[in-house]
Structures are given as C-alpha cells and as structure tokens.
C-alpha cells in the first residue's frame, strides 16, 4: 500500500508536528510515504487528485471534516482508498466510522485495517459525506466559517446560542422519493451518517451504508424544552422527542425559497433559488475503517 498525506496545517497547531508522527510512524516501513500541506480552500482535492493520478493507492486526509471532505471528492467511485486521521473540533466522519481519535491509533489502523464501502451524497451536484442540511444549522456554519472564529466546539456553540433566540423557522416544501410534505422547522437535516461531529447523535436510525438519507426536521420548541432533551442528542434517543420527525429515502429535494443557505459537512454554500436536490450514492467510497458494525436503531 502506498500512502499520500494531505495535512490541514491548522489542524497540526492542535495537535503538535503531525508531519513528523507520521514520518516517526513510516520510518523503516517499506511503504510508499508522502506529504503535503493544504494552502487554501479546495486545496486539498486539488491535491488528492494528483495523488491519485500518481499511483498512490491510500490518501489520507489529516484534519477536520471539510479536509477530509475536499480530500474525498476526487476518490468517489474510483480505486483508490480513504484514509481519515482525525484532527478536526468534531471529526463526524471518524465518528461514523469507528476511527479512534488518538492520532497514534488511528496512524496504526492505516496499515491494519481494510478498505470499507460507504455511500456519499449529492447537494445540487456537490458531494458531502456525513451530514448537509438547511435551516439553523447551515447559517451556524455560515457565520462559523465567515467571521474568522477560533476553531472548536465552544465557539460554535456561542454561534448557535445567538442565532436560536431570534431564528424564526420559514415553511419548506420537501419532497421524498416523490412523497411531498410541508414542514416548519428550525433545522432539515439531510443526515448520510448517524451523528454530526463531536457526538451530536441527529439520526439514531440512520446507516451510512444503507444506500438511503434520512432528512431529520426539527421544530422549534420553547428554550427550557430544548435544554431537557440535550442529553439526548448524545445518547441516540433524539427520536423520541415530540419535536423530531425523520424521513427515509434516496432523492430528498428542499424548496426553501428564494435564497437559502445549506452546509456539507460544516462547509457553508449558498442557493440562489432556494431549491436542494440531494441524492444518495451508495458504495461511493473506499475507507479504511475498524470491522465494527454501524449502530443500531
């Protein structure tokens, strides 16, 4: 196996001289090693896609779900594999999948565990592979990405805190594998995997190899009924409350009307007409990943 690094050098301010574990880690290994570091958005597909014209067989984003994001797109429905080493404030995508988030052992799965096929989605044409959405969520990212925030969880948050008390939810006409439905909601979630990233379980049911999306829509609902039922946002028990309704199914199209902003995987992207057509694509990627099975409903 012949590996490609793709570092996110922000990533590498948390987490010390990733470039030297990974060298530490490769030295007397008669394995195909290389690095490189990400300069700017989209970098890194530029990258991966070289890598892949090069002959290199695993490559491997070391970040947080947008690297890893970038680095994937060029690798769908091709022979060539990706490897995840988690360095990111959520890491939904390792999540998914099991990969430790100590950076030594998820160094170590890259030569011991076998490729995995999981699905991907597509918004608008644009591939995203843990979670998109509209509402709440995709503005968050929006200032989150804009304002030039310290990364991690805390920041987000406080994003998220002053955007709840004065969003107002606007109607959304949704359409799933031809059913329609009206929904008001404060977030639509268009969910590949089970969880966003730092343990926010959004679709208990949800499989990220089941060739199918789960659109999550949650209403809005008075403060303190929120607050109770944080716990279980990361316990899988979300579902249970009379807030969240979830729909299954390989095409989900959102008419959100005109103007509308929608994340992949943290990454904010804006729709002129407000109208998101997501599709499934399953067995899209090669991953190598732990042998664990997914969760259960």
Not at 21 to 50: D, M, Q, V
Not at 232 to 253: A, H, K, Q, V
């Amino acid at each position: 196996m012949s590996y490609f690094f793709i570092i996110n050098p922000n990533a590498g301010l948390r987490h010390g001289d990733i470039k030297a574990r990974i060298e530490r880690f490769f030295a007397g290994r008669k394995l195909r090693c290389e690095i490189e570091f990400t300069r700017a958005r989209e970098h890194a597909s530029e990258l991966s896609a070289r890598a892949r014209l090069a002959g290199f067989r695993c490559i491997v984003a070391a970040g947080g779900d947008g690297t890893i994001r970038e680095t994937a797109i060029p690798l769908l429905n091709t022979g060539s594999t990706l490897g995840i080493l988690p360095c990111g404030s959520g890491n939904g995508l390792a999540r998914n999948l099991y990969i430790p988030l100590d950076l030594d052992l998820a160094l170590k799965g890259l030569i011991e565990w076998s490729p995995r096929k999981v699905d991907a989605g597509l918004a608008n044409g644009r591939p995203f592979f843990i979670a998109a959405g509209t509402g709440l969520d995709a503005e968050v990212a929006h200032d989150f990405n804009s304002m030039g925030s310290r990364r991690g969880i805390l920041p987000y948050v406080l994003h998220a805190a002053r955007r709840l008390f004065a969003y107002r939810p606007a109607p959304v006409a949704a359409v799933v594998d031809g059913r329609r439905m009206e929904l008001t909601a404060m977030i639509n979630a268009v969910m590949n995997g089970v969880q966003y990233g730092g343990g926010a379980k959004v679709a208990p049911g949800a499989y990220i190899d089941d060739g199918l999306l789960d659109l999550v829509s949650i209403k809005k609902a008075p403060l303190h009924r929120l607050a109770l039922a944080l716990p279980s946002l990361f316990n899988g028990r979300l579902d249970r409350n009379p807030f969240y309704s979830s729909f299954r199914g390989r095409t989900i199209e959102l008419d959100c009307g005109a103007g509308a902003w929608y994340h992949l995987d943290g990454e904010d992207f804006y729709s002129q007409d407000g109208k998101i057509k997501f599709t499934a694509l399953p067995s899209a990627i090669s991953v190598l990943a732990p042998k664990q099975s997914l969760p259960e409903g």
